[in-house]
């Protein structure tokens, strides 16, 4: 008897961290799935003037070793799919970078990605006195940034229990050199 319910928990417990694990996997799609959407022509037209296709291309090789180097086919990449992935149209802009230093963007944008970029575009006067929006400048004044998905809506800073992307201690895959 003392076997059998051994086994049994034993198999109940293993169904339990099979359940777990492939649940969680598939239930918990990606951040870039959950919020992304069809951009209107105005917000395209807007984003656009803040990609650079050569630096785009230089930061990621993934994407012209699969689909070249053209402007326009990058540039089609970044709306369809990067900027969902949070990856930088240019060395000039990092929206993880711009949530995560401007508080007060956070509590009326939340996790809405676009609104970020729509701001950034559209109010050059402020970029003035904002915090320079790259990851180099982030670092290089001691701040701690947050993934753009973990804003919320009325509220400043992170939702609780969110994990930086970048701290001045680790920021993976930047050279400050």
């Known amino acids: 008897m003392k076997k059998f319910i051994t086994k049994a928990l034993a198999m109940a417990l293993a169904v339990v961290i099979a359940i777990t694990t492939f649940s969680t996997s598939s239930l918990a799609a990606s ?4 919020h ?5 022509a105005e917000e395209i037209v807007t984003i656009k003037t803040m990609f650079k296709a050569d630096q785009y291309a230089k930061y990621y090789p993934d994407v012209v070793k699969e689909l070249g180097s053209d402007e326009q086919v990058l540039f089609n990449h970044f709306i369809t799919f990067g900027i969902w992935e949070q990856r930088q149209p240019s060395v000039a802009f990092n929206v993880d970078v711009y949530a ?3 508080p007060d963007l956070q509590s009326v944008y939340g996790d ?5 970029y729509i701001h950034y575009a ?4 402020e970029n003035g006195w904002r915090a320079t929006p790259t990851p180099h400048d982030a670092i290089w004044n001691g701040c701690t940034i947050y993934s753009v998905y973990d804003f919320v809506k009325g509220q400043t800073g992170p939702k609780k229990g969110a994990i930086p992307v970048l701290t001045p201690n680790s920021h993976p895959r930047i050279d400050l050199v």
Do not use: C, E, F
């Open 31 to 34: 951040a870039a799935d959950t």
């Open 36 to 40: 992304r959407r069809d951009l209107t």
């Open 100 to 102: 995560s230093r401007n």
């Open 112 to 116: 809405d990605i676009i609104a970020y």
């Open 122 to 125: 559209t109010h050059p006067v």
